[in-house]
């Protein structure tokens, strides 16, 4: 059985380098983009699943198209992340029972070609999906 770790926004916001979230954690568990990708790089390599829930991918989308700066080029990054979910790229997935009409493989690939340009303009996953 694969091991699962399920994606959580402010981890997603560091490894994207998202303005003012990239970095998360307190005290000693720090985490910053050096650590998230160590993490990430081990964990496929041992085989690993990573799975974005619905909220992630909106809350994610919502703040790289409110970042101060790199907006097109984040929402890039995370365009290319979601057609790995959309295709089931290994490592990359979703919660299955978590798409319908809106979030099937075509619309979330469709979803991530028209975004970025949205987002550089600071429109909001959850508002072009609206």
Request: overall charge negative; charged content about 25%.
């Amino acid at each position: 059985m694969r091991k699962i770790l399920i994606i959580d926004t402010s981890i997603l916001c560091v490894y994207l380098g998202v303005p003012g979230k990239d970095t998360c954690g307190s005290g000693n568990d720090k985490w910053d983009k050096k650590r998230v990708e160590a993490r990430f790089q081990e964990e496929e390599r041992q085989g690993a699943n990573f799975i974005l829930p619905l909220a992630t991918i909106i809350e994610t989308g919502n703040h790289i198209a409110q970042a101060n700066s790199r907006r097109y080029e984040m929402a890039q990054a995370f365009a290319e992340i979601l057609v790995k979910v959309a295709d089931k790229v290994i490592p990359w997935g979703v919660f299955e029972t978590q798409m319908d009409e809106l979030w099937n493989s075509e619309q979330l690939k469709q979803l991530a070609s028209e975004w970025p340009t949205l987002a550089s303009r600071k429109i909001s996953i959850g508002d072009a999906t609206i």
